[in-house]
C-alpha cells in the first residue's frame, strides 16, 4: 500500500530525444507526487510536482502525466540533453503516511548520448 | 546558508563504533527530516522533527539510532554500535512548513557512511 514502483531501472537516450520514467502507486490518499533529480554526490533537487486535481503539468521541457483512474504519473523529458544525464526518483506522499514523509520510487538512472 | 548542509560528507567507521551525522538545515525551516538511502535505491524515511519536536520516528531501523535537534536548528543523527548493514548515504531535508501546505523538501547533499 505504501510502494511506489518506478520503472525503467535505467534508460539511454539520444540527444534531442524524448526521455519517459513511469511510477505506479497504490495508496489513494497520496495527494501529492514530486519528481527528483539526483547526480551522483548530491542531495535530490524537486524537478516538478503535481497534484492529483490536475491531469498534466508542464514546467519548461518536463513534463509530469497524471493518471488518477489507473494510479500511475510519469515524467516526460522533451529534447533530452546530456545534461540530464542523472537518477532521477518520483515521490508521494499524504494520507496515512503522512503529509510530510515522502515514498520514493527505486529511481531511473538516465543517460543522455551526446 | 544558501541550502541544507551536512557533515561530514564521508565517514569511514569500524563495525562497534559510535558517529554522529550532523545537519544545518536551511534557516527558518520548521520541518527537518532524515532519510536512508542505500546504494542504487530510492531514499528512505527514517524521522521527522517540527521544530525541536521529533514527531515521527517510525523509520528508525533499530535503537541503535537517534536523532536529535534541541534547539529547533541543526539535527544530528546519531548511530551506535555501527553495523555493517548501516553502510549507506544519510540524506537531511528540511521545509518551511509544517505538514500540510506545500510539501517541497529540500535535500542536503548527504553523509555517505562505510561501516567496515
Known amino acids: 500500500q505504501q510502494q511506489v514502483k518506478q520503472s525503467p531501472q535505467s534508460l539511454i537516450v539520444q540527444k534531442g530525444g524524448i526521455s519517459i520514467i513511469n511510477c505506479a502507486y497504490e495508496n489513494t490518499a497520496f495527494d501529492y507526487f514530486p519528481w527528483y533529480q539526483q547526480f551522483p554526490g548530491k542531495g535530490p533537487a524537486l524537478l516538478i510536482a503535481i497534484r492529483p486535481d490536475v491531469s498534466e503539468k508542464k514546467e519548461g521541457r518536463f513534463t509530469i502525466s497524471f493518471n488518477k483512474s489507473a494510479k500511475q504519473f510519469s515524467l516526460h523529458i522533451m529534447d533530452s540533453q546530456p545534461g540530464d544525464s542523472a537518477t532521477y526518483f518520483c515521490?508521494?506522499?499524504?494520507?496515512?503516511?503522512?503529509?510530510?514523509?515522502?515514498?520514493f520510487g527505486t529511481g531511473t538512472r538516465l543517460k543522455v548520448l551526446a | 546558508g544558501a541550502g541544507v548542509s551536512q557533515s561530514p560528507r564521508y565517514k569511514v567507521a569500524k563495525r562497534g563504533q559510535d558517529v554522529a551525522l550532523r545537519c544545518d538545515p536551511i534557516s527558518g525551516h520548521v520541518s527537518l527530516f532524515w532519510y536512508q538511502q542505500a546504494l542504487g535505491q530510492g531514499p528512505e524515511f527514517l524521522t521527522y522533527?517540527?521544530?525541536?519536536?521529533?514527531?515521527?520516528k517510525s523509520g528508525l531501523p533499530s535503537d541503535r539510532f537517534f536523532a536529535e535537534r534541541p534547539e529547533g536548528s541543526v539535527s544530528t543523527l546519531k548511530i551506535q554500535r555501527t553495523q555493517q548493514e548501516d553502510s549507506a548515504v544519510y540524506l537531511c531535508a528540511s521545509s518551511l512548513v509544517p505538514s500540510g501546505g506545500l510539501y517541497e523538501q529540500y535535500f542536503g547533499p548527504g553523509t555517505r557512511l562505510t561501516v567496515t
Open positions: 515521490a508521494a506522499n499524504g494520507g496515512t503516511s503522512g503529509t510530510y514523509k515522502y515514498i
Open positions: 522533527f517540527q521544530n525541536e519536536a521529533q514527531l515521527d
